[in-house]
């Protein structure tokens, strides 16, 4: 399984996760899960059966204090953002991830222009790649936290998250988006936010300035495929990608339910 990022978009993947668990299908249905920021961070929390505690992320740290904003530009506090994932009541407990399924989440490194897909099964605080994993340079503060300041969200080189090896190998592919089918990101739009991230990191800058080019390549790559199952909103979410709006993320997380009890009827896999 597949996951696109979309920072608090990603409620309507996480609505879907959380259906799947009760439904009966966990992560030891599928042989590996890869994705890319809030995608990754939900597959996660799937894996360990933390259905509740991954979605109130989108309910209540995103649209709380893990997202401020300043003049209409929003800032992301990366110390919160650990405090929740480590010592919240909605802390991952990474024991829960040890022998099941495989989830990694890229992260991309800035020095090398590459991304590093990383299994977090196998960290002793997997915490570590899933603050990496969502970082944005410039708007996350109180980075600190950051186990290397030169990896950042996995969304600037893997989004989707089409280049991990299994991929490719896979008999099936089941891909969750936020987006529909016809999105594609403005690549004029990516120059312009290269300019403003990169402002004092020229490897930032390179590494942003080709990010659309790259996620558009993935998405057509994914559309090409054959062996793809998709679950994707038929027209735009009402949310943005730092929406605070804690009723309207609900209703996109009802649109998320909806649409996955909507494929696996067409699936014939009715609980």
């Known amino acids: 399984m597949i996951l696109d990022g979309g920072a608090v978009r990603g409620a309507y993947m996480g609505a879907i996760l959380a259906h799947f668990y009760s439904v009966g299908i966990r992560a030891d249905f599928f042989d ?9 961070t939900s597959a996660t929390y799937y894996v360990a059966g933390q259905i509740e505690e991954g979605l109130r992320f989108f309910t209540e740290h995103m649209p709380g204090k893990f997202i401020t904003k300043v003049l209409g530009v929003p800032f992301f506090n990366m110390q919160y953002l650990a405090w929740a994932y480590r010592e919240s009541r909605d802390k991952l407990n990474a024991e829960l991830l040890r022998g099941r399924t495989p989830v990694y989440m890229p992260v991309s490194n800035s020095k090398t222009g590459k991304a590093e897909f990383v299994c977090l099964n196998n960290q002793e605080d997997p915490t570590w790649v899933m603050l990496n994993g969502v970082n944005v340079p410039v708007l996350g503060y109180n980075t600190a936290v950051l186990a290397d300041g030169s990896r950042e969200d996995g969304g600037f080189m893997e989004q989707p998250p ?3 090896p299994f991929v490719e190998k896979a008999n099936e592919i089941w891909f969750l988006s936020p987006f529909t089918r016809e999105y594609r990101s403005s690549e004029f739009k990516s120059k312009i936010i290269a300019l403003f991230l990169g402002a004092f990191d020229p490897d930032v800058r390179r590494m942003v300035a080709n990010m659309a080019s790259r996620s558009n390549a993935a998405r ?4 090409g495929m054959a062996d793809v199952r998709v679950i994707r909103p038929e027209r735009k979410l009402e949310i943005g990608w730092a929406h605070k709006d804690v009723p309207a993320i609900k209703r996109v997380m009802a649109l998320g339910t909806d649409d996955a009890k909507r494929f696996l009827d067409s699936k014939s896999m009715k609980p």
């Open 220 to 223: 057509n790559t994914l559309d």
């Open 32 to 40: 590996l899960i890869v994705g890319t920021s809030i995608g990754g």
């Open 162 to 164: 089409v280049r991990h």
